[in-house]
């Protein structure tokens, strides 16, 4: 028997350059944590990389007796490189651009990471997992929830302790119930990935 997923995803907190939340990111997560705290959480995922391993720990310390982990199919990895016949033509030699700042893409990891943490479950009460990751894989898994073409995770940009929602529920496609919502936060912390003239609070 198979039941109801919902899929908490969300970017770790803003971080410095030595890879450690900023106290923007630490408040980022408190209030992330604070939100979730109506949600009866069954998990919480997180990335091996210290941002967001101290997002998810400060998410769990306001979600008393919810279960953390570390998964590497949460980390920080490119999900899939385009090829330029994919491509749109009239962006596609800009988009193949973009990609060549990056690493070769883990397309194993990436299929790992949909087997995790997508789809229905198994038992009878709905489940509610928390997965804190980052950009790219946020913008893989919602791709991956709309069909849309691989390419696509390149053109979405998730805020720091922005809130996705994906519901996996059995013989219905996934459904995208919010994407990036940054309500949780102030406007002092809230960051869209886009200039300050594209962000209107």
């Known amino acids: 028997m198979l039941t109801t997923r919902y899929l908490f995803l969300t970017r770790h907190g803003e971080a410095g350059p030595n890879g450690s939340l900023t106290e923007a990111g630490h408040r980022q997560a408190i209030l992330l944590g604070r939100r979730l705290r109506d949600v ?33 199919a949460a980390g920080d990895f490119v999900p899939y490189t385009p090829r330029r016949e994919e491509l749109p033509e009239t962006s596609g ?33 709905p489940r509610y997992d928390v997965v804190v990751t980052h950009n790219f894989l946020v913008g893989w898994l919602v791709r991956a929830a709309q069909d849309a073409p691989p390419w696509r995770w390149l053109t979405l940009s998730h805020a720091h302790a922005g809130l996705t929602v994906i519901q996996y529920s059995p013989g219905r496609p996934a459904a995208l119930l919010t994407y990036n919502d940054l309500s949780h936060l102030p406007a002092e912390l809230r960051w869209t990935g886009f200039p300050p003239d594209f962000y209107v609070p």
């Open 40 to 72: 009866p959480v069954t998990s919480i995922h997180h990335g091996p990389l210290a941002r967001a391993a101290q997002t998810a720990h400060l998410i769990a310390a306001q979600l008393p007796g919810v279960a953390i982990r570390e998964e590497k």
């Open 93 to 125: 030699d800009l988009i193949l651009a973009f990609t060549r700042q990056f690493p070769p893409a883990d397309e194993e990891l990436a299929a790992d990471a949909e087997r995790r943490f997508t789809g229905p479950v198994p038992g009878s009460e």
